[in-house]
């Protein structure tokens, strides 16, 4: 998968727990991105980054907070985790600025219980 | 919200059969994708289609685009086992690095 790496790839854990997925990538790419794919709703965008310590709001961000303090690895934290964010996360990566073919990870399944 | 519709969201074929799946969005876009996705897996990159071309091709895919009706479709020849998988337009409306919009997927099952 394009030198992407999610860890954990799987995860459960309880409400009101803090959570935090991890996404590595060997590529040098400049933009990361975090998606959300749930049944009925495809994916959704959470949040997104275009540089270290850049990073921007997506479609679907409430409950959720990224970092990225190196080019490499992009975090996504869920501060106080709630059963609405049991899905897959995936985190993507590209090249340019300009949306174009997109590189996934391999997705990371949460469970909120 | 979501941008990109695909239709059908099933869709059942013999294998050698062709499939065609199409997609609705609703705002200008800058370029359209398509997407491949295994299950369990993350999604694969297929092929992109920019605003202002009308057809393209890649192999056994066909891809058209056609703005005035905000609608795509994408065409897979000569169908095999290995293609079931499901697949997802995905539109860029803003030209920047903001990521793409999905719609929710086509299932395509190639039976043998």
């Known amino acids: 998968d394009a030198g992407i790496t999610q860890s954990p790839r799987h995860k459960v854990t309880e409400t009101g727990t803090p959570v935090t997925l991890r996404c590595h990538q060997t590529e040098n790419h400049r933009y990361m991105y975090w998606y959300r794919q749930d049944p009925g709703h495809g994916l959704r965008l959470i949040h997104y980054?275009?540089?270290?310590?850049?990073?921007d709001k997506g479609e679907v961000s409430d409950g959720y907070s990224v970092s990225r303090s190196k080019t490499e690895d992009f975090l996504l934290t869920l501060e106080s985790a709630t059963s609405s964010q049991t899905s897959v996360y995936f985190c993507?990566?590209?090249?340019?600025?300009?949306?174009?073919?997109?590189?996934f990870g391999s997705g990371t399944q949460l469970s909120v219980l | 919200s979501q941008q990109g519709e695909e239709d059908p969201q099933a869709l059942s074929i013999q294998e050698g059969e062709n499939a065609t799946m199409n997609c609705s969005y609703k705002t200008s876009i800058n370029n359209l994708q398509w997407y491949r996705q295994n299950s369990g897996r993350g999604l694969v990159h297929l092929i992109l289609?920019?605003?202002?071309?009308r057809e393209k091709h890649s192999g056994r895919l066909r891809v058209t685009l056609d703005t005035s009706k905000k609608s795509s479709s994408l065409l897979i020849t000569a169908s095999r086992a290995a293609d079931t998988a499901s697949y997802f337009c995905a539109t860029d409306e803003g030209g920047g690095a903001d990521g793409l919009t999905f719609g929710k997927g086509t299932h395509l099952i190639i039976q043998p």
């Open positions: 980054s275009y540089g270290v310590k850049d990073t």
């Open positions: 993507a990566i590209s090249q340019t600025g300009t949306n174009e073919k997109l590189f």
């Open positions: 289609i920019r605003s202002n071309e």
